[in-house]
């Protein structure tokens, strides 16, 4: 353990580094426009609530053109929803749905005040996502991911060859929507090594523009919520996998004893049981500490492609 004085030396050093690479001298209110990457669940959900809550106008490029019309699709579903319960009038849908533009093309961000980043938990692509978005937008656009799970730090050091310039990675930042977007209040803001406080800040506004309550979080394994959360959904598969208690034990003593809306074996299928296994995985890998150990029976559904609502079979049957 660091004494006292190593560790406020250290915390003085990190500071210096970031007073240092500050480029990003913009406000959240300064966010006219956003750049969303990825129009899977998490991405599209995104860029509606920003639409809504922002009216921003908000790029969103997908490298599929089936998944751009589905998310668009399922964009029109949720407008129309909000409409049918008097959420929002018809006339307030439909500016917020001429705010969503379509793209194939990255080239298409090099334009926008904010960026976030939702692909699949693929490092490599991520990384190389990164790599061009230093390169496309300007140099005030934050740089944003929405990570389950990759260190902050490694993605922002991705925008550049040179570690010492940090014009780039300061403005790397996470900011990790739970998922439904549209539902679920809570976003974590991780700052990686690099991230300065500018980019920090500008976040945490961001977010509160969408009308989120931000928690504020480290660059570890699992974050904050990933970190409480996954340990809890590994447990209750080991306690399914060592007979301790059935499917529907395990998930109604949850449910009617902890006041939540789904069980942790529900809850893992809907989040998606292979998603589950990787984060289990990273923080087991990263941390070494046995406690993270993912349930074999976990790892033998994925293997059956039993990955849950997605695929139509988890722990129960859709
Ligand atoms: P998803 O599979 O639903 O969507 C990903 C989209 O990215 C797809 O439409 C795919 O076509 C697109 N894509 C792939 N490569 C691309 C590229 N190079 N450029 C542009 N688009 C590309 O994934 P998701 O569930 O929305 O997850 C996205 C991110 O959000 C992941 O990092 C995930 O860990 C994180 N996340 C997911 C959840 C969740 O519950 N699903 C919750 C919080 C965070």
Redesign the pocket.
Known sequence: MASPLLRMRALGACRQIRSFSDTSRRNAADVKSLGV?????????IALVAAQKAQVPVTI????DK??SK?LAFADKLLAKDVAKSRMTQDQADQARALLKPSMK?EDLSSVDFVI?????IPK??Y??FGNLAKICPKHTILA??????SITKIAAATTSDPTDTSASSRVVST????PVPVQKGVEIISGLQTSKETLDTAVEFCKRLGKVTSVSADTPGFLANRILMPYINEAVICLETGVGDRDSIDDIMRNGTNVPMGPLQLAD???LD?CLSIMKVLYQETGDSKYRPSVLLGKMVDAGWLGKKSGKGFYDY
């Open positions: 990457i990825g129009a899977g669940q998490m991405g599209l959900g490029i997908d490298t599929s998944a751009l998310g990255m980043e939702a692909v699949p938990e692509l991520k190389d996502i991911t929405n990570t389950s799970s990759i990790h929507f739970m998922n809907f989040i998606g998603t």
